[in-house]
């Protein structure tokens, strides 16, 4: 367990170790994520271990740059399984010279055992339309597979 969450710290500073683009709006890939990434994505989550699929929405609506370069969007989530529904924050960083993704789920409301402790990391595809992610828990371990396609592109 101890070295699962040594994994999950190494794989953070990865993802942010290098983060020194440019901020400016001159930087095309940028610019790019800002004004042509996806209002809503939709599709499933997976745990490993479990045969269970959960139906997946995320609508994005606030995306901004941070000071080390990073694309940052706020939004909402809905997580629909065969137990109810449950209504999540989310806030997903884009690393644009690599197309790395780090979606965090805050707050959540509907399911008293949803688990926030831990992140989805992967990738965002270049065409900004599909996000491929393995959820990792923090104190577990646990994974899962995120899955989720543009469903609404207007910003």
């Known amino acids: 367990m101890r070295s699962t969450v040594i994994l999950i710290l190494i794989a953070g500073l990865l993802f942010f170790s290098g983060c020194k683009s440019k901020t400016s709006p001159d930087n095309p890939e940028i ?15 997976k745990w490993y271990d479990d045969t269970a699929v959960q139906e997946v929405s995320m609508s994005f609506s606030k ?11 706020l939004g909402k989530g809905i997580y629909n399984t065969k137990s109810g529904r449950t209504d999540i924050q989310v806030k997903m960083v884009i690393k644009p010279s690599t197309y790395q993704v780090e979606i965090r789920e805050l707050n959540p409301d509907g399911n008293p055992d949803f688990v926030t402790d831990g992140a989805h990391i992967g990738h965002i595809s270049q065409d900004l339309k599909k996000i491929e992610a393995v959820w990792t828990t923090g104190k577990t371990g646990a994974q899962g597979a995120l899955e989720l396609e543009a469903d609404y592109f207007s910003r």
């Open 31 to 45: 610019t790019k994520i800002k004004e042509n990434l996806p209002v809503e994505f939709t599709g499933s989550f």
């Open 63 to 73: 995306v901004f740059t941070d000071d080390k370069g990073l694309v940052i969007s």
